[in-house]
């Protein structure tokens, strides 16, 4: 066990959880002397803890509840009876002495968005939503990068009460019509351009065919990023609806689980779901996320590198009812250079620094060295998510960028929007460990037959109900979707689909995922897209494709029409329909001509059983030959190596 990081008696006793578990101490006779104790609790009273955090939290709510939860999971119900809105408690924050954004792009040097400025476009679009009859409960999607425009409509709609969701412009129209043509959207707030790597997209041909492809569709408001131009017909421009109107911001009061946002799964068997989180779910497991986990204070700076089409940004903008500044930057992190992000983290400065294992890994192979022009001395913590960081990893943090940072490894997902495990402040971290599970989360790690287990490999499950679990999915009003999703395997119990060992000391090790989803820098990819894509090429018969997390290796093997071995012209098609029609995450890292790709008796790839194959593990205990259709084409992969 190798500690890379102790926090000082001055962090422990400044942190916020010291303060909550004062509070605790102060106010309802509970004493706690480490946050393995206060987890504990936390677990075994679950709706008290809830109940405290609500009021410890100043969460602005009206009426009453008579419980603070009711029913089990797939459906239980949390504070049923109160009435709030997530973005009243954004703007409850206001602070005229700091910006609420910070935003660079490649084409923007970094500039500040003041909360006045900030209100007042939102409340000119809130404005504008009302005069054309959008109302509670319709949908709102948003087809745009990560900027400020980004914030100002999905804080707009969530302030009418209509539900968001939105996708990044990376994304090709047929990913994008596959999320938004299930929700019925009434409005559409797109960008006819951006820019990723030096070079400007042009996306009024995708933006289009939304058009004409979503018949719900009542408006659609054109952000011209890269100043192209607006050729889109019938639509309204941005820079008009977010500043000609005057009219206060108005917030309606909606139930504690009125839908705030629609998140998609990764369409590995299909079309992805539609997941639908509500406004008090999310404000609550956020607001506990960022003030005790992440250890988030007024007038820090925060920046995790995100698109708008993972769950992370979603959870970033939560940031700003912490009372601190969202950074926000749009574009290539490797671009121009690779230390692009530090030399941001640098000289923003920013306190807290979010991006995923893969880049880090990245900056590794790169050689990148950032101490060489930074001490970092106001960065106090990063994160690092959308897959297991490595061990090397961890290292590679302490030795090139600094000694004193605190390195928080956090895993959760689109399912929750929020991580179920993660940081603390107040112990220590653990080479190649995560430091903790989150309050109020009742993890366990079990076997297949339900028997929890303790510095042991097993299925991550949660036991009890947490406040950000979807309040349902889209178009499944009988729970079938989201129970099967779920609770199939264990009914009752949520299956998140990782393999996780829980050590002795409360960190975790996770060991991957435990179904066949791709997770590559944070963006979950379903390999139904994949095949999708790439099997629609006529000179592609048949495709399978894993992700090697460790590291960060994602193979693609095909089987040819022809039977010869594809030419590098056809293998560029394959990288570039697969860019073009979802994004550049989804290429894939070598391609690789086999004679046929192995399937099970009942019809399905069979991609984990190979991919355990090529990780080195016992031929016996990766696959079962009686389940296996066409067993004669394993042999390839067990003499696969890389």
């Known amino acids: 066990m190798k500690i890379l990081w102790s926090p000082s008696e001055q962090q422990i006793a400044q942190s916020n959880l010291t303060a ?41 709510y009206s009426g009453e509840y008579q419980a ?42 970094l500039h500040g968005i003041s909360w006045e400025e900030l209100r007042l476009k939102t409340a000119s679009v809130a404005s504008y939503l009302r005069s054309i009859g959008i109302q509670k409960g319709d949908t709102i999607c948003g087809y745009i990068p990560n900027i400020p425009e980004a914030i100002i409509a999905f804080l707009a709609s969530a302030s009418v009460g209509a539900i968001w969701s939105c996708a990044s ?44 492809n979503l018949p719900t569709l009542e408006q659609i408001i054109v952000i011209d990023y890269m100043e192209i131009g607006n050729s889109i017909e019938n639509s309204v421009d941005w820079e008009r609806i977010s500043n000609e109107r005057k009219e206060p911001l108005v917030f309606e009061e909606l139930a504690f689980d009125h839908p705030l946002y629609i998140l998609y799964s990764s369409g590995t068997t299909g079309i992805p779901k539609a997941i639908v989180h509500g406004h008090g779910g999310i404000l609550l497991e956020h607001k506990k996320y960022l003030l005790f986990q992440n250890d988030v204070k007024e007038n820090e ?64 192979k790169e050689q990148i060295r950032p101490r060489l022009f930074s001490n970092f001395e106001n960065l106090r913590s990063i ?59 009742d993890l366990q790690a079990w076997d297949e037959n339900a028997n929890p287990l303790q510095n042991e490999i097993g299925e991550m499950v949660i036991t009890q109900p947490t406040p950000s679990m979807p309040v349902f999915f889209w178009n499944d009003p009988d729970f079938e979707r989201y129970t099967a ?70 193979p693609l093997f095909v089987v040819s029409t022809s039977g010869a071995a594809l030419s590098d012209e ?47 593990k016992a031929f016996e205990k990766s696959v079962n030959l009686g389940a296996v259709k066409n067993p004669d084409s394993l042999e390839f992969f067990v003499n696969l190596k890389f």
């Open 383 to 441: 994160g690092s998510t959308g897959s297991p960081l490595s061990p090397e990893g961890f290292d590679w943090i302490y030795e090139q960028v600094s000694p004193d940072v605190w390195l928080a490894s956090i895993s959760g997902g689109t399912d929750v929007c929020t991580a179920f495990v993660g940081g603390n402040p107040i112990s220590e971290v653990i080479e190649g460990e995560i430091q903790c599970i989150g309050l109020g989360v």
């Open 169 to 212: 412009p990376d994304f090709g129209g047929g990913s994008v019509l596959e999320r938004f043509g299930q929700i019925a959207p009434k409005v559409l707030f797109a960008v006819n351009s951006y820019s990723y790597g030096g070079k400007v997209f042009d996306r009024t041909e995708v933006v289009k065919n939304l058009q004409q």
């Open 68 to 109: 603070v939860l009711a029913g089990r999971m797939p459906q239980a119900k949390w504070f049923e009876g109160i009435k709030l809105n997530y973005a009243e408690h954004v703007f409850s924050f206001e602070n005229p002495t700091r910006p609420a954004i910070l935003f660079q792009s490649e084409t923007k040097p």
């Open 570 to 616: 056809e293998k560029k098609l394959v990288k570039k329909t697969l860019r073009d029609t979802y994004s550049p995450r989804h290429v894939p890292d070598e391609i690789i001509e086999v004679r046929e790709i192995p399937y099970t008796i009942s019809g399905k790839k069979l991609e984990l059983p190979i991919k355990k194959i090529i990780q080195g």
């Open 485 to 554: 999703s779920y609770f199939e395997e264990f009914p009752n119990y949520w299956r998140h689909g990782d393999w996780v060992k829980i050590t002795p000391n409360g960190g975790l090790v996770i060991a991957g995922r435990s179904d066949a989803t791709l997770n590559r820098g944070g963006i979950r990819i379903g390999t139904a897209e994949i095949y999708r894509a790439v099997e629609a090429l006529d000179f592609i018969k048949d495709s399978l494709i894993i992700h090697l997390e460790d590291r960060d290796f994602m």
């Open 301 to 364: 700076n925060y920046f995790w590198f995100s698109t708008t089409g993972w769950m992370m940004w979603n959870f970033s903008v939560s940031v700003l009812f912490t009372g601190a500044t969202l950074v926000l930057f749009d574009g290539s992190p490797g671009y121009p250079t690779m230390d692009v992000l530090w030399k941001l983290v640098a000289e923003t400065p920013i306190h807290h620094f979010g991006t995923s294992a893969a880049f880090i890994h990245a900056c590794m």
């Open 20 to 60: 909550f578990m004062d509070y605790l101490r102060n106010e309802y006779s509970l004493d706690f002397n480490n946050y393995q104790e206060l987890w504990q609790w936390s677990v075994s009273d679950i709706s008290k803890f809830w109940d405290i955090f609500l009021k410890y939290s100043g969460i602005h």
